[in-house]
């Protein structure tokens, strides 16, 4: 599904744990780290999508996480030339990027409740907690900005108190990888 203007829906999913650190994960196969993701089918809602995303990336059902906020509309990243598929997309307008809904989670479960490995295809094989501004500094560049918009429009919702300061955050990669299979 895509829209007028070349972009798809999509749901991003900031999950954060009871210190407030974020999920991050690393996708199947690559030194690529990223929050959970997918697109939105035509019959869900954003919340609905989000729940399925959830379950299927990460392992983790509705009543295991309190959602703490999302952005109030579509948040728009462009793909890079190389990565647009002029061919895969068929009748309609070529895809460009997406358009996203982030959701900002609390996770309520132990960190054993997490399952990457719930699909055929897993999204991530590896994960780890980071501190809230690290993503700025890991992900892929083209989404850089989509990131920094959601984490700042979010972060009230998690640091109601003031929302940590950016600058000299970046303290290189966490040691702790939580492996998601064998």
Request: glycine letters at 8%; proline letters at 8%; one cysteine or more.
């Amino acid at each position: 599904m895509i829209d007028h203007d070349g972009f798809r829906p999509n749901v991003g999913i900031i999950l954060s744990n009871q210190d407030r650190r974020l999920f991050w994960g690393r996708r199947v196969g690559q030194n690529a780290w990223q929050f959970p993701q997918g697109g939105i089918n035509p019959d869900e809602t954003p919340e609905q999508a989000m729940f399925r995303e959830l379950e299927e990336e990460v392992g983790l059902r509705e009543q295991q996480v309190t959602i703490l906020g999302c952005t109030r509309g579509w948040l728009r990243y462009h793909l890079p030339k190389r990565y647009i598929r002029r061919h895969y997309c068929g009748p309609g307008p070529t895809c460009i990027g997406q358009k996203q809904v982030w959701f900002m989670l609390r996770v309520d479960c132990d960190e054993d409740a997490f399952c990457l490995d719930r699909t055929d295809k897993p999204e991530f094989d590896a994960w780890r907690w980071v501190r809230y501004w690290q993503p700025l500094y890991e992900v892929v560049y083209f989404k850089r900005h989509v990131y920094q918009q959601a984490l700042e429009e979010l972060a009230p919702a998690l640091y109601p108190e003031g929302v940590p300061d950016r600058r000299h955050v970046y303290a290189g990669p966490s040691r702790l990888l939580r492996q998601g299979y064998p």
